[in-house]
C-alpha cells in the first residue's frame, strides 16, 4: 500500500511540475520581449474580496477599477527582471490587464495583473465582454467564466473556439 500511495505521489508531483513548465514555456515566446500570457507565480490571478458592489444573478463580488500608476509601473519591472524587455518598448503598446476581468470578479491586487501587449489583448479582448454577459444573463456562473478567461489567456489560439462554444451557451 506504501509502494502505491509513493508512486501515486510521485506521478502527481511531475504533473504539476509539468503544469507549471508548459504554461510558464507559453507565457514566454515572442523571444522574450513580452509575455504571451501571464506568468503563473506573479499572476495566479485573485478574485475581489473587498467589493464595491454584487452583481449578476449569481451576486458575484465586484471591485470598481482602483490600480494606481505605481503599481503598474511595478508590473513592468517585475516582469522584466523575468528576463522580459517590455521597458525597452513603447508602453502605449500595453495595459495592464486584470488576469481574471473586473466584469467576472476579479480583484485589482497585484496577484490578478499583467502587462498585457496590444497583439495579445486584440485576441482575448472580445471574448471578456461575452463571459460576462452570459453571466449578467445567468446562463454562465463565475466558476465556470474564470475557468474560459484563464484558459483563453494561456492558449491565445483557442480563443476562436472558445468564443464559439460561448456564445451558443
Not at 515566446?29 to 490571478?45: C, H, M, W
Request: glycine fraction near 6%.
Amino acid at each position: 500500500m506504501a509502494d502505491y500511495l509513493e508512486g501515486n505521489l510521485f506521478k502527481l508531483y511531475v504533473a504539476i511540475v509539468l503544469s507549471v513548465f508548459s504554461i510558464n514555456t507559453f507565457a514566454y515566446q515572442n523571444n522574450a520581449r513580452f509575455p504571451s500570457g501571464p506568468d503563473a507565480t506573479l499572476t495566479p490571478g485573485k478574485l475581489c474580496d473587498h467589493p464595491d458592489a454584487h452583481r449578476y444573478p449569481e451576486q458575484i463580488p465586484y471591485c470598481n477599477r482602483n490600480v494606481d500608476s505605481q503599481t503598474k509601473r511595478g508590473l513592468f519591472v517585475k516582469y522584466d527582471q523575468l528576463g522580459f524587455r517590455t521597458g525597452e518598448m513603447n508602453r502605449m503598446d500595453f495595459k495592464i490587464d486584470h488576469y481574471i476581468p473586473l466584469c467576472m470578479g476579479g480583484s485589482n491586487d497585484e496577484s490578478n495583473l499583467w502587462p498585457q501587449h496590444k497583439s495579445i489583448y486584440n485576441i482575448t479582448d472580445p471574448l471578456e465582454p461575452v463571459l460576462c454577459q452570459k453571466m449578467a444573463d445567468g446562463r454562465l456562473l463565475q466558476t465556470k467564466a474564470v475557468e474560459y478567461i484563464k484558459y483563453a489567456k494561456n492558449h491565445l489560439d483557442e480563443v476562436p473556439r472558445i468564443l464559439a462554444e460561448v456564445n451558443k451557451l
